[in-house]
């Protein structure tokens, strides 16, 4: 994905979906679909 780094580990879905250029809700989609596929990590 490109958008995280060591010095940018975590972001909201607001922030993805900006920097990607997408709804909200694409992006939601998205990292729920990556999360399901054990590809991406939420950190609380």
Not at 10 to 36: M, N, P, Q, Y
């Amino acid at each position: 994905m490109g958008l995280f780094s060591v010095e940018e580990p975590d972001f909201s879905v607001k922030e993805i979906a900006g920097r990607l250029s997408i709804a909200d809700s694409t992006a939601h989609r998205l990292l729920s679909t990556l999360k399901k596929k054990d590809s991406l990590q939420k950190i609380i």
